[in-house]
């Protein structure tokens, strides 16, 4: 008897999806209603930059506790085993499309993406990479907003950030920002919504105050509010773009903003 082929269920429609071509093909996309499903940092990775052109920068970076927070270390460990990360971002050096760029992408797998003073650094570190070497820069954001298990040590990466990016453009450089289910919060707030050109996958989920707190105010809102098709709109983003056509995109635009 043949094995039987495993499948997953699209978290929008339901529709059941052999889960090899949902992942490898699809690139976790659901064909049938298009929602676009969590990745990984590094399937992001791989789907994004040129194969083999990576240089990953940062890696020993990691989170401590230092508010002591109930169950904070048993959850970095659980996450740092799931995603094989020891931190909430990827960063370093690569190539798209042949064009040299420093890129960092986060991973919802980690925290649900949030901010802490280790994200702060690794982005702060890329950004100022990428200013001394001249480079474009790429951030992936993806974020559930700042990490309430660091306080203010969380909040500060909100303004060391976004200082950092200013260093960037005053140097003449290019800065394209890719939004993605979900990117709350601080990011959203501070490095996410400074990019020259940002651009966002369909439907993804984007906004300072997360759904709950919006909800406390008792105030009806659109019933797409705070997704990318609203803020395209409202003027907040250039483009919605698939994510099959993401990398594309990237090297059309760094082509054109090539010197």
């Known amino acids: 008897m043949a094995a039987t082929m495993e499948s997953v269920s699209c978290r929008k429609c339901d529709a059941q999806l052999a889960k090899q071509e949902f992942i490898e093909k699809n690139h976790r996309v659901c064909p049938e209603c298009n929602h676009h499903h969590f990745m990984s940092a590094f399937e992001r990775l791989e789907l994004l ?7 990953s920068h940062d890696d020993g ?10 169950d904070y270390v048993e959850k970095l460990e659980r996450d740092a085993a799931k995603t094989g990360l020891k931190s909430e971002l990827l960063a370093g050096i690569a190539k798209v499309g042949g064009h040299p760029v420093a ?7 980690f925290i649900g993406g949030t901010c802490g003073s280790v994200m702060g650094e690794k982005v702060t570190r890329c950004i100022e990479r990428a200013t001394e070497q001249e480079l474009p820069l790429i951030i992936v954001s993806v974020s559930g907003g ?41 990011a959203t707030a501070s490095f996410s919504s400074l990019g020259h050109v940002i651009v966002a996958e369909p439907g ?12 406390s105010i008792r105030e009806k809102l659109p019933d797409n509010f705070q997704t ?22 990237l090297i059309n635009l760094l082509e054109f903003s090539a010197p």
Request: proline residues 4%; contains cysteine.
């Open 204 to 215: 993804a989920r984007i906004g300072f105050a997360g759904p709950l707190a919006i909800a």
């Open 146 to 186: 700042m990490r309430m298990q660091e306080g203010t040590l969380a909040l500060m990466q909100m303004a060391k950030t976004a200082a950092t990016c200013v260093k960037h453009s005053e140097a003449g450089l290019f800065f394209i920002s890719v939004l993605t289910d979900p990117t709350f919060g601080g």
């Open 103 to 109: 890129i960092a992408i986060g991973d919802v797998g």
């Open 49 to 55: 930059v040129d194969d083999g052109s990576f240089e």
């Open 228 to 249: 990318a098709e609203f803020l395209l709109e409202h003027g907040l983003l250039d483009r919605i773009v698939h994510r099959s056509e993401m990398r594309s995109l």
């Open 61 to 70: 970076l990691y989170s401590l506790d230092p508010l002591e927070f109930p």
